[in-house]
Nanobody, 124 residues
Framework: QVQLVESGGGMVQAGGSLRLSCAAS????????MGWFRQAPGKEREFVAT????????AYAASVKGRFTISRVNAKNTVDLYMNSLKPEDTAVYYC?????????????????WGQGTQVTVSS
């Protein structure tokens, strides 16, 4: 079965950095668009970043653009999210997801599989 397993979350001070990783199994990774989403307490899950199958194209939410970077290694079935200049408002559970659709995907409904999430807490 398909599994997406996130790792790398934790607690960091404002201005700090974290790297999240997502390891995929049970699917042909290179045929899936990958994305990162996050959900803060009491809020809806929101788009953070997405990357195309080849890794050639990426897109980011306005709130993280310039601070976060998404990348993937198809040979290792992994997708990472590098987060810099973290702010308290970045605090959330971060989810990795895969989409069979082509192109950059920013809507949660367009994703087929989801990981269990990893907590990121940014203190002020």
């Amino acid at each position: 079965q398909v599994q997406l397993v996130e790792s790398g979350g934790g607690m960091v001070q404002a201005g700090g950095s974290l790297r999240l990783s997502c390891a995929a199994s049970g699917l042909t990774f290179s045929t899936y668009v990958m994305g990162w989403f996050r959900q803060a307490p009491g809020k809806e899950r929101e788009f953070v970043a997405t990357i195309t199958r080849s890794g050639a194209n990426t897109a980011y939410a306005a709130s993280v653009k310039g601070r976060f970077t998404i990348s993937r290694v198809n040979a290792k079935n992994t997708v990472d999210l590098y987060m810099n200049s973290l702010k308290p408002e970045d605090t959330a559970v971060y989810y990795c997801a895969s989409s069979k659709l082509a192109g950059l995907q920013i809507r949660t409904m367009n994703y087929d599989y989801w990981g269990q999430g990893t907590q990121v807490t940014v203190s002020s």
